[in-house]
Nanobody, 121 residues
């Protein structure tokens, strides 16, 4: 239900932008953010943004990554701008959100398919 894009191969010090959209634009997504899973390691939170636009970042990416939302033709897109990339940032990046329909108390977690980011030294 979430579609992530923008991964790729980049040299250390380079930049990438990841983007994520929801297939169902009527869903309320709060919070929405990015996790990543480095090779052989557990999945970890990278950044998240909440309904009041407050943001949260992993210590390892503070000052280098920026999470934000944009809206185009009533369709919202989540972005993650990644700068000063390091080989340690190599991972599969997943967009995820806590979803629900407005007016309903029911909430569930949804995940995108993952996009590979590889940073070469």
């Amino acid at each position: 239900q979430l579609q992530a894009s923008g991964g790729g191969l980049v040299q250390a010090g380079g930049s990438l932008r990841l983007s994520c959209t929801a297939a169902d634009s009527t869903l309320s997504l709060n919070p929405i953010g990015w996790h990543r899973q480095p090779p052989g390691k557990q999945r970890e939170l990278v950044a998240a943004i909440y309904g009041d636009d407050t943001t949260e970042y992993a210590d390892s990416v503070k000052g280098r990554f920026t999470i934000f939302r944009s809206t185009n033709n009533s369709k919202a897109t989540l972005h993650l701008d990644m700068t000063s990339l390091k080989p340690d940032d190599t991972a599969v990046y997943y967009c995820n959100a806590r979803a629900g329909y407005p007016g309903s108390a029911l909430r569930w977690d949804i995940w995108g398919q993952g996009t590979q980011v590889t940073v070469s030294s």
